[in-house]
């Protein structure tokens, strides 16, 4: 068996990618779909629901799929620096295929307003971490307006090679179900990840590959909701901050994704968001970040409503790991931490009391 060296090697000839040129890679791609067996909404119901569990990528979530091939392009045009806008994911990535291609990365971050474990990945990897006094948005707005002035190559989405990495993820899901499923759900910030796995879907049925699509479901966090608000937000706020967004970049590809596919878009309160990510944590030992647990939120409010009906297959896109986000899992965890003794009687103790 040849060993899996990452989604350009494996999807190269769907890919803007020549033989020649040097691959950037971390063997990103590949990641599980797994079914949920314990969720009450799900067993009592004739459906299949399953995760792709994105969160276990290289950084920890679905950008490395579009950083693969971004920072590869990029190198084979001769760039000598990326940068990005992030709300933390995207600089994760960014910094990681940078370090990996021996290039610079330059990372805008809304200075407080990004998970923990992000700005370590970020840092660790050598980015130069420049946090703005202001929104993701406004980051975004900055990086199009310096880019046009520096030597630096743009890694956000709007680089359509990060949606030509991305779309290989609806590949995936397609060849381990053996078919599209009916329904995809997922959290929706600026919207390349949905218009990325629509590009994906459409791809492998126009090849005969699968022979239906997906009603596309986008879900965003109540205060950050431009897609339900019909218009951009300008003061976005959430707990899910990955998807602190106002000004979704794919603006318009994604009520086109919401039109061809037939879909919707729906919000989530931010207790939702968080108690569907617990759910997933404790019924399933899936552990994924607040944002991507919009998805799995949505999909069983759905599933509840009937809107999503009995007898379909269904696939919640989990978008990034759990342990980006330590300190939002630690504040709502409801487990119990037990002080005892460092003694064998204090131990049973606090065991025998503990025992459901
Ligand atoms: C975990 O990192 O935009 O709708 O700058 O990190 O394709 O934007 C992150 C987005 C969902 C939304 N879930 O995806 C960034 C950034 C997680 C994310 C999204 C993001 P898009």
Redesign the pocket.
């Known amino acids: 068996m040849t060993p899996y060296t990452g989604l350009i090697d494996r999807y190269r000839r769907r890919l803007p990618i020549s033989d020649a040129v040097r691959i950037i890679s971390l063997c990103e791609g590949n990641t599980p779909l797994i079914r949920l067996q314990n969720i009450p909404e799900v067993i009592e119901r004739d459906v299949k629901v399953y995760v792709k569990y994105e969160g276990l990528n290289p950084t920890g ?1 679905f ?1 490395d799929r579009g950083m693969t091939v971004a920072v590869t392009k990029a190198v084979e045009e001769g760039s000598r620096a990326v940068i ?8 994760a990535s960014a910094a990681a295929y940078a370090a990996r291609a021996g290039i610079a990365a330059f990372v805008l971050i809304p200075e407080g307003k990004i998970a923990l474990g992000k700005l370590a990945q970020a840092m660790m990897a050598g980015a130069v971490v420049l946090q703005i006094r202001g929104n ?1 948005d406004a980051g975004m707005r900055l990086v199009k307006e310096v880019a046009a002035r520096a030597p630096v190559t743009i890694v956000n ?1 709007i680089n359509p090679y990060r949606l030509q990495g991305q779309k290989t993820a609806a590949f995936e899901i397609i060849e381990a179900l053996g078919r599209a499923p009916d329904f995809h759900c997922i ?8 218009t990325a796995h629509w590009m994906g879907y459409q791809e492998y049925a126009r090849d005969g590959v699968a022979k239906t699509l997906p009603r596309m479901c986008g879900y965003q966090a109540s205060g950050a909701a431009p897609f339900l608000r019909g218009h951009a937000v300008d003061d976005p706020e959430t707990v899910a901050t ?2 602190r ?1 106002g000004h ?1 970049q794919s603006w318009d590809q994604a009520w086109q994704v919401n039109k061809e596919s037939q879909g919707w878009f729906d919000e989530l309160s931010d207790e939702e968001i968080l108690a569907s990510q617990k759910l997933l944590a404790e019924r399933e030992g899936i552990f994924c ?1 607040p ?2 647990a919009a998805s799995v939120g949505g999909a069983l409010r759905d599933l509840a409503s009937a809107k999503i009906p009995a007898g379909s297959v269904v696939v919640c896109t989990l ?2 790991h759990g342990l980006k986000d330590p300190d939002i899992a630690i504040r709502q965890s409801s487990a119990r931490r037990v002080n005892v003794d460092a003694t064998l009687a204090a131990v049973e103790r606090a065991i025998m009391d503990n025992m459901t």
């Open positions: 979530s950008k990005c806008a992030s709300t933390g994911n995207t600089s993701f989405s959290p929706v910030g600026n919207a390349g990840n949905i990955a998807i967004i979704p970040e944002a991507s978008t990034g």
